[in-house]
């Protein structure tokens, strides 16, 4: 298994502040043939199946707002929202899918100071 | 349009056996893999394995191989997840996904809604 660490476990950042969210995979997800990252986040709020934000480590999913940002490379990939809104509380995940048995992170509760 | 519509919440007591369902529509269902994810209460998401459906795989991530077991009907386009053994450690909500595909110049992911399995004495 590719194991997914995420960190902080959770953060709460003030409205119109940035909050940033760190991912560390035990094995690179960087496919050199393709030089992409098969890494993608997931934005998951109660009672709702996870919702793709980013794909390719950086690339932004259909309709996700452009304060959401994704980078990094091998095996370390950061989520930023660079200004937090009330609608963005929610649980975090970094996901791999380098192998097609995807491995997520432990999740991100990002909540309002 | 894709949709994934799964069965509806469960209630069983430990030892009994389950059946749950993903019917899939809009979409060639041969040509994507299906997977399952689990989320025990208050818990994140674990992936628990997929029937890929281009090469006629089942693949188990190690946590639940042995545990569970997948499935599909071409016939019907739909997977399954079934237990032979309920536990009550399996009480959680369960969650079917298509392999994401590109759609004009990005690319999408496709869940089913969730299942609610209880298992309770």
């Known amino acids: 298994d590719i194991v997914m660490t995420q960190s902080p476990d959770s953060l709460a950042v003030s409205l119109g502040e940035r909050a940033t969210i760190n991912c560390k995979s035990s094995?690179?997800?960087?496919?050199?043939?393709?030089?992409?990252?098969?890494l993608s986040w997931y934005q998951q709020k109660p009672g709702q199946p996870p919702k793709l934000l980013i794909y390719?480590?950086?690339t932004r999913g259909s309709g996700v707002p452009e304060r959401f940002s994704g980078s990094g490379s091998g095996t370390d990939f950061t989520l930023t929202i660079s200004s937090l809104q009330a609608e963005d509380v929610a649980i975090y995940y970094c996901?791999?899918?380098?192998?097609?048995?995807?491995?997520f992170g432990q999740g991100t509760k990002v909540e309002i100071k | 349009e894709v949709q994934l519509v799964q069965s509806g919440a469960e209630v069983k007591k430990p030892g009994e056996s389950l059946r749950i369902s993903c019917k899939t529509s809009?979409?060639?269902?041969?040509?994507?893999?299906i997977g399952w994810a689990r989320q025990l209460p208050g818990k994140g998401l674990e992936w628990m394995g997929i029937?890929?459906?281009?090469?006629?795989?089942?693949k188990y991530s190690p946590s639940f191989e042995g545990q569970v077991t997948i499935s599909a009907d071409r016939s019907i386009n739909t997977a399954y997840l079934h237990w032979s053994t309920l536990r009550a450690s399996d009480t959680g909500m369960y969650f079917c996904?298509?392999?994401?595909?590109?759609?004009?110049?990005?690319?999408?992911?496709?869940w089913g809604q969730g299942t609610l399995v209880t298992v309770s004495s």
């Open positions: 809009g979409y060639d269902f041969g040509d994507f893999w």
């Open positions: 094995q690179s997800v960087l496919y050199n043939p393709k030089n992409k990252n098969y």
């Open positions: 390719w480590a950086s």
């Open positions: 996904a298509r392999q994401p595909g590109v759609v004009g110049d990005t690319v999408r992911d496709y």
């Open positions: 996901q791999q899918y380098y192998t097609t048995l995807w491995t």
């Open positions: 029937v890929d459906l281009p090469d006629s795989e089942i």
